[in-house]
DNA sequence: GAATTATATAAGCCAAAAGTTATATTTGCT
DNA sequence: AGCAAATATAACTTTTGGCTTATATAATTC
């Protein structure tokens, strides 16, 4: 599952925020959101296994989770192109020549398909 | 809408990306998804509009598009706190205080609610 | 002003995601 | 062995998001 998938969930991303702070059993995740049956956090858990931000151990009948942000990087990677624009980098000039991209007849000549 | 929702879809993604080079007419961006009905570029344009993400003008019978990056700083602002994992600024020590956090017992003594 | 081009909106359909109740699994305790 | 605690899985329902076809709007050209 596409890790951008994953945390456009409000819910995992708070379980996530939870786990950057240390470990965590399923029970402790669980009481931190109230509002939802064990199945229901059972079930983020599982997506966040799966992909691979989270892994679990055993003690006893509790299972351990924590955090393994690795695959967040993908995010951090992908907003890259686009930091230039709020690090004030973006100039006068950058500005401008992003306006008069390559394409230059604005009437598109691309095939009709519509 | 929630940003982290919007850019979970993949063409939104590559709208956005596309933006990034520079403005585009939707025209142009649908151009760019053949696979993609005309109304369907134009729901996700939306999408994107009514998010603050992208902006529109009009060149005659074009609407030309505009990316307006700053909400993606959310983003950014919420990697902050698992940046630090992939950063090589997680150290032994660091990694110690996580797994041994505030909660010193590990059986769960918050309301049973299961 | 009628036809054409560019784009948006409406309405309905379908699939995927998330939630629910009920049940299974595993481990510890007495 | 039997029961309780912690968690996971199954089966089902509901919600939501994205797609499609059909239609509307707006500017352009002939």
Redesign the interface.
């Known amino acids: 599952m596409?890790v951008?998938?994953i945390?456009?969930e409000?819910t995992r991303?708070a379980m996530?925020?939870m786990l950057?702070?240390?470990?965590?059993?399923a029970?402790?995740i669980?009481?931190a959101f109230?509002s939802l049956t064990?199945p229901a956090v059972s079930r983020h858990l599982k997506v966040l296994r799966d992909s691979g931000l989270v892994e679990v151990r055993s003690?006893a009948q509790?299972r351990?989770y924590t955090?393994r942000?690795?695959r967040?990087?993908e995010?951090?990677l992908?907003?890259d192109?686009?930091?230039r624009?709020?690090n004030g980098r973006l100039n006068a000039l950058e500005g401008h020549?992003?306006?008069?991209?390559?394409?230059s007849k604005?009437?598109?000549k691309?095939?009709p398909?519509?």
Request: zero cysteines.
């Open positions: 596409d951008f998938e945390i456009a409000p991303r996530l925020d950057a702070q240390g470990e965590r059993t029970g402790e669980g009481g109230p064990q003690a509790q351990i955090l942000p690795e967040l990087a995010i951090d992908w907003l192109r686009y930091r624009f709020w020549l992003a306006r008069i991209h390559d394409n604005p009437t598109s691309r095939k398909k519509q």
